[in-house]
Each structure stands twice: as C-alpha cells, then as structure tokens.
C-alpha cells in the first residue's frame, strides 16, 4: 500500500512561521499558562470574597459568567477570523473538512 504525502510519521509539529524567532515563541509547555494565570485567578478570588467581602455564590456566579463570555467572545474572534481565511483560499479547497478545522477549537473547550 503507497504512503500518502500528506502524512507525517514524525514525532514533531508542523512549521507555523518562516521566521525562526516568531517560531521559537509560538510553542510553550502547556503548565505555563497554568503558572501564568492561576496566581492572578488566585489574588482576584482573595480581594473579591475576604476585601470586597462579596459572597461566594455571587463570587462563583461571576467566574462561570466570564469564562461564558470569554469563550464566546474567543469563538466569534476566530469564526470571523477562518471565515476569511477560507474565503481567501481556491474554491476547490473550500471542503467539509476545511470548516471542520476551524470549529474544532471551540467544541475542544467545551468539553
């Protein structure tokens, strides 16, 4: 059976910029958002609850609304964004698939 081209056996990623700096920056280990984010998430949750003496239904309710809004508003950022990077490709490459590639990231999230 003929190997397809499109295929890779390699155990590495797929080249995203030319330029070898913007390249390098693009990949981070995934527990740096986690070290990033979570002392700020941390510090928000101490001045709403113990300063601002908020309650901690009031303080829950808050945070599901904002990851609702944040994940909305990242799914409509990148559905406008592929929209016109798919208008802009030839039209015999505008498949099921192409559409499906753009979607994924959102439908990911929510699981």
Known sequence: MA????VSNKNETVRMF???FMEFFSRVHPAIPLVLYLPVVGYMLYVSI??????ILVVA????LGILLWTLI?????RS???SFLWSLPSDFLAPGAWRVCRIGF?????
């Open 3 to 6: 190997e397809r081209a499109y």
């Open 74 to 78: 990242e799914y409509l950022i990148h």
């Open 18 to 20: 030319e330029s070898d």
């Open 50 to 55: 113990w300063q601002q003496k908020l309650s």
């Open 61 to 64: 309710g808050l945070f599901t």
């Open 81 to 83: 964004a592929c929209v």
């Open 107 to 111: 439908w990911l999230r929510l699981l």
